[in-house]
C-alpha cells in the first residue's frame, strides 16, 4: 500500500502549546498536502508542499519534508481550542490528480 | 462560490435498498473524486473522473457500486443492492487538475440496517 500513515494518532494538549503531528509515506512523491476535517464535516485543505521544498509555512502552520526519509511533520503552533480537529496527510505519489491519504492524527486542544 | 454540494447529508435505508447519492462539484473543476470513510478503512478513494470520463474506478468495491456523471455539474454514486457493511460517509470532491487542491463536500453519512 502506498497509503500514508500518521503518527501519533491522537494527540491531547492544552490551549497554548505546539502540536506536532508526523507522516510517513512509502513511495516517491509529487507533492504531499495536509488536510484539516472538524466532526461531521468534509476535509479542508490546509497547504501543499511540493518534493522539491522542504519547509513550507502559512499562518500558525509549518510543515515540513524530508524526501530521503519520506516522511513529513505539520506543526500547529500556539494552538487554540479551535483548532480540535483530524489532520490528514495525502500524498500526490504518480503526477496526476489522485492523492492516498492517511489514518489521520485526532488531535484535540484543551481550552 | 458555493463548493462541493453532496445530497443527502443523511440517509437510513433497509438492506437491499438502492441508494443513490449526489454530487455537485464546484464549476469549473475538471476533476471529481468519490471516496468512503470509515474508523476502520479510513478514508478510501472509490472512482475519479476527468471531463465527466471515469478514469480509475479500481476502487469501487463491487458490483453493487456504480457511479456516474452525466455532465460537468452533476455526479451519481448508486449502491444497489445495499448491504449494512455499505454504512459509512461518503465524500464527493472536485478539483481543478494540474496537482492542485481538492475540495470536499460535508459527506453524505450512509446506514444501513
Known amino acids: 500500500s502506498q497509503q500514508g500513515e500518521e503518527d501519533p494518532q491522537a494527540l491531547s494538549i492544552q490551549e497554548g502549546e505546539n502540536a506536532t503531528m508526523n507522516c510517513s509515506y512509502k513511495?516517491?512523491?509529487?507533492?504531499l498536502q495536509w488536510y484539516r476535517q472538524n466532526s461531521g464535516r468534509g476535509l479542508v485543505h490546509l497547504i501543499l508542499?511540493?518534493?522539491?521544498?522542504r519547509e513550507k509555512h502559512s499562518g500558525r502552520l509549518r510543515v515540513t519534508l524530508d524526501t530521503s526519509k519520506k516522511s513529513s511533520s505539520l506543526l500547529i503552533t500556539a494552538s487554540r481550542a479551535a483548532d480540535t480537529a483530524s489532520y490528514f496527510c495525502?500524498?500526490?505519489?504518480?503526477?496526476?490528480?489522485?492523492?492516498?491519504f492517511g489514518g489521520g492524527t485526532r488531535l484535540m486542544v484543551k481550552p | 462560490d458555493a463548493g462541493v454540494i453532496q445530497s443527502p447529508r443523511h440517509e437510513v435505508t433497509e438492506m437491499g435498498q438502492e441508494v443513490t447519492l449526489r454530487c455537485k462539484p464546484i464549476?469549473?473543476?475538471?476533476?471529481l473524486f468519490w471516496y468512503r470513510q470509515t474508523m476502520m478503512r479510513g478514508l478510501e478513494l472509490l472512482i475519479y473522473f476527468n471531463n465527466n470520463v471515469p478514469i480509475d474506478d479500481s476502487g469501487m468495491p463491487e458490483d453493487r457500486f456504480s457511479a456516474k456523471m452525466p455532465n460537468a455539474s452533476f455526479s451519481t454514486l448508486k449502491i444497489q443492492p445495499s448491504e449494512p457493511r455499505d454504512s459509512a460517509v461518503y465524500f464527493c470532491?472536485?478539483?481543478?487538475?494540474?496537482?492542485?487542491?481538492?475540495?470536499f463536500g460535508d459527506g453524505t453519512r450512509l446506514s444501513i440496517l
Open positions: 464549476s469549473g473543476h475538471d476533476y
Open positions: 495525502a500524498t500526490d505519489y504518480n503526477a496526476g490528480n489522485m492523492l492516498t
Open positions: 470532491a472536485s478539483s481543478p487538475g494540474g496537482g492542485k487542491p481538492q475540495h
Open positions: 513511495t516517491s512523491i509529487n507533492n
Open positions: 508542499i511540493r518534493s522539491n521544498e
